[in-house]
Nanobody, 124 residues
Framework: QVQLVESGGGLVQAGGSLRLSCAASGRTFSMYVMGWFRQAPGKEREFLVAINWSGSHTDSADSVKGRFTISRDNAKNTVYLQMNSLKPEDTAVYYC?????????????????WGQGTQVTVSS
């Protein structure tokens, strides 16, 4: 089992940047595919980006492609989400998630573990 804790959220102006971190417990972090999702009020939780165990393969939703980047540091048991050119519509609670499945996936129901989320608010 793995526990996930997100950090780095906050208030930022449109056009700005934020980097979110997700620290994972446990010795097998490098075995998990990691993903970032977000949920805005009244909307479903949506996939953003995911990364395989080695960091060699990523996948991104069209809505954030070119603006959001996922990376991981297995030595630190941490996955990151670098968010650039933020827009007011990026305002949401951001979650990291982990799955034991061996390939990068985008469907939220296939993720096994979730963090508590961190709020990101983008002002216009």
């Amino acid at each position: 089992q793995v526990q996930l804790v997100e950090s780095g959220g906050g208030l930022v102006q449109a056009g700005g940047s934020l980097r979110l971190s997700c620290a994972a417990s446990g010795r097998t972090f490098s075995m998990y595919v990691m993903g970032w999702f977000r949920q805005a009020p009244g909307k479903e939780r949506e996939f953003l980006v995911a990364i395989n165990w080695s960091g060699s393969h990523t996948d991104s939703a069209d809505s954030v492609k070119g603006r959001f980047t996922i990376s991981r540091d297995n030595a630190k048991n941490t996955v990151y989400l670098q968010m650039n050119s933020l827009k007011p519509e990026d305002t949401a609670v951001y979650y990291c998630a982990a799955t034991k499945r061996p390939v990068v996936i985008t469907r939220r129901f296939e993720y096994d573990y979730w963090g508590q989320g961190t709020q990101v608010t983008v002002s216009s």
